[in-house]
């Protein structure tokens, strides 16, 4: 009986450790569930934090710059986060060439004064007997805001930018070698107008005497006239030194529209989409292409 009462008391004993046991395992395998929870809810609530973030970089720059529209050739005073996509087409001799991204790629801003730029190469089909297919030079690009002010505060804009183009790796449709274009953008609105200037030069890093060096000269005047839509008028001027074209002059004017699309609600850290088209129209006798129509889509995020 003892033996019985006692290896009845020792099977007790052995349950219980069991059970203490197995509790003790459920508390560690909850704990562990807890910190992992707990983990996920901060990682994604950190992630969560940094995209709102990197969406509200548009809306902080609404507070130190104006609101005009970027014009459709020459750099934009202001700084910007956007994606780009355009196409083009323009005439050459004996060639009509269609440009499938025409220069253009994402850019994001860094803080209220940086923006980076990244151009992939575009593609050139030249629809020619005599000219090859292929792609043009790939680019980065920084600009810097020297000083602005919004509509409360001047409606200025005084920017600087460094734009490079990579050597062609592939069938070259553009520059022959790497190139960089330093260049000032300066702006200012007035009401529902605006007008923009932009300076800046083309160097080549090598056969300057098959491509030679220029000064880049743009003027842009633009009207806001209602809350979707913009017009402007760009005039793009490039002088040539040095190489096969030195002393000579390129002009076009170039007319362009662009149109907001937008939430009802939109605000300035909501996305947004314009779509624009235009035209560069040569001025001057001397000039490398014609009739440029260019259709393109940005969207601002």
């Avoid at 990579?166 to 022959?176: G, I, K, S, Y």
């Amino acid at each position: 009986m003892r033996l019985r009462v006692a290896g009845h008391f020792a099977a007790l004993q052995h349950l219980h450790k069991m059970g203490v046991a197995v509790k003790f395992h459920q508390s560690i395998y909850l704990l562990g569930l807890a910190t992992a929870l707990t983990t996920s809810v901060c990682s994604a609530q950190e992630v969560t934090s940094r995209y709102a973030e990197f969406r509200s970089h548009n809306a902080a720059m609404t507070a130190v710059q104006p609101a005009w529209m970027g014009p459709l050739i020459q750099s934009d005073a202001r700084l910007s986060q956007a994606v780009r996509m355009s196409v083009s087409k323009s005439t050459w001799p004996n060639a009509q060439t269609m440009s499938y991204g025409n220069n253009h790629g994402i850019s994001l801003l860094a803080g209220t004064h940086l923006q980076f730029d990244m151009d992939p190469p575009s593609f050139f089909r030249n629809h020619s007997s005599t000219l090859h297919d292929g792609f043009g030079n790939a680019g980065t690009q920084v600009k810097w805001r020297i000083a602005s002010g919004n509509a409360e505060h001047g409606n200025f804009a005084v920017t600087a930018l460094l734009y490079h183009a990579f050597a062609p790796r592939v069938e070259q449709n553009q520059m022959l070698t790497a190139f960089y274009v330093p260049a000032v953008v300066v702006g200012k609105g007035f009401g529902r107008f605006a007008a923009l200037s932009e300076i800046g030069g083309l160097l080549p890093t090598g056969k300057i005497a098959q491509q030679g060096r220029g000064i880049e000269w743009n003027l842009t005047a633009q009207m806001h006239p209602t809350a979707k839509l913009w017009f402007d008028v760009e005039n793009n001027a490039l002088f040539n030194y040095a190489g096969p074209f030195d002393g000579k002059t390129q002009n076009f004017l170039t007319p362009a529209a662009f149109y907001m699309v937008k939430r009802r609600d939109w605000g300035p850290a909501h996305s947004a989409v314009v779509f624009d088209a235009g035209m560069q129209i040569a001025t001057s006798g001397f000039y490398f292409y014609n009739h440029n129509l260019i259709t393109e889509m940005r969207v601002l995020f």
